[in-house]
Every structure is written in C-alpha cells, then in structure tokens.
C-alpha cells in the first residue's frame, strides 16, 4: 500500500514551546490530510482536514491557533502544537488521501510528551 | 456522516475464525465501508474496503449485505499477533470533503 511518513515519531518538549509535526505522502499526492489525536485506550479523534493550498478545517472544541496546521504541498501538510502544555501529551496520527479520492493511509504517529 | 457501531471488544483463540461486524444504518449511497487494524502505539493500517456483496484480499474478507447497513470483516485463522483494534469506517471517498471519523473499533484478543 501508499506510504504516509510522520516525522518525529516521538518528542519531548518543554512546557510552552512549540513542537512541529510532519505528514509527508512518499509516493503518491495527497489533496486532503488528516490530523487526529489519540488518548490511551481510545480512538482517534479528528481534529482537523487540511486540503492543499486552502485552510484547515477544524473540529469542534479544536483550537486553530494552538494546532496550525499547514498543507503547502501536495506531499506534505505539518501540525504545529504552540505553547504546548502538560495536556497536549498524546499521540498524534496523520492520514493522506490520494489526489481524486480513494483509500487513505495513515502514519505510523507521533508521541509528544510535555514535561 | 454515517455512524458505526460495533462490539467493544471479543476474544478468540489462535487458529479461529474472527467475524466483527459493524452496524452503519445511515450509510450513504456513495459511501464505502472501509476496515483499518490498529496496534498499540502505531497508525492504523488499511486492511478492506468494498462496497457491497463480498470482497476478498489475503488478509481478510469484507461481508456486505445487499442492504449495507452492516457489513462484516471475517478474519481466518488469527493468531497472536492478530491481536488489535479494528475500527469500521463509512464514507464516500471520491468526496475530498469527507471526512475521516472512527467510532470505537473493536479490541479484539487472541489467545493460545
């Protein structure tokens, strides 16, 4: 199948910085990305569909100028979680989906620890 | 958006077959129902997706009722490392709007 890579797989940062996360599709243009979040023992949760070129669309109770999140290419989109704080620890998952719709395929996520 | 529901979780024993189904009453007519696998700590991995009547690949086979409003992923002979969550998901995919939502997914449990 596609390949979707997430960089880092893990982080630990410091109260109040800022941590950047990059979903790139290795071998196929993605239109749409997904970022979701996800807590031990639970699903994901959507957090927002980024389409290339455009805005993010966020869910509900997301905080757009926490979680920017940034599709400039049709391989690439970034999440970028501003003054993380203890509570933003989780683990965060992209997913690309092929150019004219299909299948996607999710990365292997991103631990953040904020300590 | 179509909602799902499936069990929470289920148990099997290594060389079973494995039936999970998944009930999504308001499925669309340009929706597919598409399965995902997820360990601990990793993204979740695409395993089937079809539209209706049955579908087949080398892992799994994906049972759609002519109605669609479940459907059935059926793992043969799962052993230890089946062990996961299964999440069904129902969307139109040519739709670049659509958006990716799981439910609970399924804790599936295998053991000698």
Not at chain 1, 13 to 37: H, P
Not at chain 1, 62 to 81: P, R, Y
Not at chain 2, 39 to 53: A, C, L, V
Request: with cysteine; net charge positive.
């Amino acid at each position: 199948g596609a390949v979707v890579s997430q960089h880092p797989s893990w982080v630990i940062c410091k109260s109040g910085t800022s941590v950047k996360i990059e979903c790139r599709s290795l071998d196929f243009q993605a239109t749409t990305m997904f970022w979701y979040r996800q807590f031990p023992k639970q699903s994901l949760m959507l957090m927002a569909t980024s389409n290339e070129g455009s805005k993010a669309t966020y869910e509900q109770g997301v905080e757009k100028d926490k979680f920017l999140i940034n599709h400039a290419s049709l391989t690439l989109s970034t999440l970028t979680v501003t003054s993380a704080h203890p509570e933003d620890s989780s683990f965060y998952i992209c997913s690309a989906r092929q150019t004219g719709g299909g299948k996607a395929f999710f990365g292997q996520g991103t631990r953040l620890t904020v300590v | 958006l179509a909602k799902t529901t499936q069990p929470i979780s289920m148990d099997s024993y290594e060389g079973q077959e494995v039936n999970i189904t998944c009930s999504h009453n308001n499925i669309a007519t340009n929706d597919y129902i598409t399965w995902y696998q997820q360990f601990p700590s990793q993204g979740p991995r695409f395993i089937i997706q079809g539209y209706k009547t049955k579908v087949t690949n080398e892992v799994a086979s994906l049972f759609i009722p002519a109605d669609r409003k479940s459907s059935t992923l059926s793992l043969p002979r799962v052993s230890l490392s089946d062990t996961a969550v299964y999440y069904c998901l129902v969307g139109d995919l040519a739709g670049t709007a659509s958006k990716l939502t799981f439910g609970t997914g399924t804790r599936l449990q295998v053991t000698l």
